[in-house]
């Protein structure tokens, strides 16, 4: 079936401290999404993009759909304690009602 | 902001019995899911329910499961004879079906089979 690879599969990185990751597939898909998780709940939406090549920001989060269709990186910018927690991407083959297909997930620690 | 909410937070169950969890979806939503997450792996999907019937399930959704929506406001999810691999955060989501309106998901139930 489709999958999505994450990577890195966790970083440890210092309060401050910019953060990159990214979620690449064999397959095309028509929307990606980036989800926060934190211990115990459930996935928080933190952006959603629609169309290839779209770069979208919130607050100090920044994603993009790759031009392929294939990819999608989330960055985060100037880091701060309660960035820690997974985040994983999910996509969508056809429209925004199909299911999410979820990636494997990055495990963020910040340190003081 | 409207929120999906999921009950119990917490169920202890003993192999070979049923389950049902609880979810209710955000009221103006359409289209439902169940998701499952085993401990330390990723969220996979299970169903996704529209317009009172099943419009796509997973291999993961045999005939153990199964979902309903008895009501206006909940969607349950049915697990028959469970087995100790069923141990895991079961999420519920919902969307309204609206162009550009991804999915939003519960705090989940965390499943326990002994």
């Known amino acids: 079936g489709q999958q999505l690879n994450q990577s890195p599969q966790s970083m440890f990185i210092q309060e401050g401290e910019d953060v990159s990751m990214n979620c690449t597939s064999s397959?095309?898909?028509?929307?990606w999404l980036w989800y926060k998780q934190d211990p115990g709940e459930g996935p928080v939406l933190l952006i959603a993009?629609?169309?290839?090549?779209e770069l979208t920001s919130n607050g100090r989060l920044t994603a993009q759909f790759g031009i392929t269709r294939k990819d999608s990186f989330l960055n985060i910018s100037a880091s701060i304690p309660s960035d820690v927690g997974i985040y994983f991407c999910?996509?969508?083959?056809?429209?925004?009602?199909?299911?999410?297909?979820f990636g494997t997930g990055t495990r963020l620690q910040v340190f003081p | 902001e409207p929120e999906v909410t999921q009950t119990p937070s917490h169920q202890v169950t003993q192999m070979g019995q049923e389950v049902i969890l609880r979810c209710v979806p955000i009221?103006?939503?359409?289209?439902f899911y169940w998701y499952r997450q085993i401990l330390g792996q990723k969220v996979e999907f299970l169903v996704s329910f529209y317009n009172n019937e099943i419009s796509e399930k997973s291999e993961i959704f045999d005939d153990q499961f199964s979902v309903e929506r008895p009501d206006g406001s909940n969607f349950t999810l049915k697990i028959r004879s469970t087995k100790l691999e069923d141990s895991a955060m079961y999420f519920c989501a919902s969307c309204p079906g609206e162009v550009l309106q991804p999915q939003h998901f519960g705090d989940g139930t965390r499943l326990s089979i002994l």
């Open positions: 397959s095309i898909f028509n929307t």
């Open positions: 993009l629609y169309k290839a090549g």
């Open positions: 999910a996509g969508q083959t056809r429209y925004n009602t199909d299911k999410l297909i």
């Open positions: 009221s103006n939503h359409l289209y």
